[in-house]
């Protein structure tokens, strides 16, 4: 697999095809068994999470989590944890603001009462208090409504135009592929075919399998 | 039961229950960050008494700087003591028990050959006097307990709230493989979380050292009282741990002085058996969702 500065890459696939193990190894959470994940030409394969965090990657995680007793701030703040540039957090912090207008308003809410499209913007933006260069996203649309939905793609679309490269898995392959430059199928931890994003949605093997027909 | 008794049961019980609530969350942070209990928590309490005995008693430092001085000290044991057992034995909770629990008889042991077992060591009391309201006498040496209790727990308080590696602690407890992603070192934040409790154990042990008899096995009887605390108070809640020392130290001081000290620990247990069936969480807990 091969994930281009600047742009969206998308895996899609069934449920245990391999998505969010391939997030998790390469941000640390898993070792892969075997091959090697380069960023930037360092070798992720056996670095700590909190040691690839600093070369730049972020993961929103699957199903969110928030850290729920923590204000919507103090998730904001754990995200940029190893940074000290204070002026630049505080930039950084209205950036987040800007993206998700709705988390200045709640800023000192508990996250774990938010509802779960405020606990995804919550998960977005603590991800974006890193400064990264990638993001890696694990079902950011997951039980979400779908006008939530659309703004969270709309917030993808824009976080990426700003330079920062993303990683998208999804459940929503339509959602998936409208978003990505360039797509991977993953199945039982195999690509099965790759490419790009815009002809993926409309070769008839991705119809049949992942949008419905 | 006569007013003076009243006061004065009034006033053991606020600096008994000031001595639990300086152990007790010690225990809640330990256990929160790393999903263990310690069972040598008492242990470093017993280290901190012996390190005013062999500061203040044998080498004659003044007694405020023998008690600050179990602050670091007995830190450093409990930072060993995550080095030694804790990590090593992370992710394996049976082994993790044997270990600590394994570490309390040689840590007793330890002393017990160093300074003699079963002997009292006897702690001359630094501030003499008494306070004496309506008939009762509350000793200085206890009545200090009390404010330094307060100004310990505000500063647990502070830290976790307002400084930044205090809330990556808290980031930790509730979620430690999200913390390793934000880069917190989940290592550090343990090492952290074992120093404070080791010497907030010293410190309430050096407090009590001229009050109780000081002895290799003075921390046995109070670490079961501090774990009906944390279980009460709603395991990881620091604050649910404060509240049930309060509780706790009322209803164990209050016991002992009416009945005796068997009825205490009783009561104690009963009061555990009944919040495990109302509120299983514990007053403060949080259901995981």
Redesign the interface.
Do not use: C
């Given at each position: 697999m091969d994930v281009e500065q600047g742009t969206i890459v998308t895996l899609i696939g069934n449920n245990g095809a391999g998505k969010t193990t391939t997030l998790r190894a390469i941000?640390?959470?898993n070792h892969p068994s075997s091959g090697e994940i380069l960023f930037d030409g360092h070798n992720l394969n056996k670095l700590?999470?909190?040691k690839i965090?600093?070369l730049g990657i972020?993961?929103v995680?699957e199903g969110r989590?928030v850290?729920?007793?923590?204000t919507v701030l103090?998730n904001l703040?754990?995200?940029a944890?190893?940074r000290k540039d204070k002026n630049a957090i505080r930039q950084d912090i209205d950036m987040v603001f800007n993206h998700f207008p709705v988390l200045k308003e709640r800023i000192k809410q508990l996250a774990?009462t938010m509802s779960g499209g405020q606990q995804q913007m919550v998960a977005m933006g603590?991800a974006l208090m890193?400064a990264p260069k990638m993001i890696v996203m694990d079902e950011p649309s997951h039980g979400l409504a779908p006008i939530m939905c659309l703004e969270i793609a709309r917030i993808i679309r824009e976080i990426n135009k700003k330079g920062t490269t993303i990683i998208l898995v999804e459940q929503n392959a339509m959602l998936a592929l409208s978003l990505a430059d360039r797509a991977y199928v993953l199945d039982t931890g195999n690509v099965i075919l790759e490419g790009d994003a815009k002809e993926l949605k409309e070769n008839d093997d991705v119809k049949k399998a992942y949008l419905g027909g | 039961m006569e007013v003076s008794t009243l006061i004065q049961t009034i006033a053991n019980s606020l600096v008994q229950s000031s001595v639990y609530a300086t152990l007790a969350i010690g225990l809640a942070l330990g256990f929160g960050v790393m999903k263990m209990a310690n069972f040598a928590h008492g242990e470093f309490y017993m280290l901190g008494a012996y390190v005013v005995f062999f500061l203040y008693t044998t080498w004659g430092l003044p007694y405020p700087l023998a008690v600050l001085a179990a602050l670091p000290i007995i830190a450093l044991v409990g930072m060993l003591t995550e080095r030694l057992i804790f990590r090593p034995t992370k992710g394996n909770v049976l082994a993790g028990f044997m270990a600590t629990a394994g570490l309390t008889f040689i840590l007793q042991v330890l002393v017990g050959q160093a300074w003699g077992v079963g002997l009292m060591r006897a702690i001359e009391t630094p501030y003499k006097g008494a306070w004496e309201v309506a008939g009762a006498f509350i000793g200085w040496q206890r009545l200090i307990i009390i404010p330094v209790a307060i100004l310990m727990i505000t500063a647990l308080w502070y830290f976790l709230y307002h400084v930044?590696i205090g809330?990556?602690l808290?980031?930790c407890a509730?979620?430690p493989?999200?913390?390793?992603?934000?880069?917190?070192?989940?290592n550090k934040i343990t090492l952290t979380a074992m120093a404070i409790a080791g010497g907030y154990a010293g410190i309430a042990g050096a407090l009590m050292a001229p009050i109780q008899p000081v002895t290799p096995y003075m921390g046995h009887d109070i670490i079961i009282i501090c774990f009906i605390i944390v279980i009460v108070g709603g395991m990881e809640s620091i604050a649910g741990a404060v509240l049930a020392s309060f509780i706790l130290g009322f209803i164990h001081t209050f016991m002992t002085t009416l009945y005796d000290s068997i009825v205490a620990i009783m009561a104690g247990v009963a009061l555990m058996a009944l919040i495990l069936i109302v509120k299983p969480e514990g007053l403060l807990g949080?259901v995981k969702?």
């Open positions: 941000t640390g959470l700590a999470p909190e965090n600093r972020a993961h995680p989590r850290f729920p007793q923590m103090e703040e754990m995200g944890y190893l774990g603590r890193s | 930044k809330k990556a808290r980031a509730q979620d493989e999200v913390a390793a992603l934000q880069g917190i070192s989940i949080k969702a």
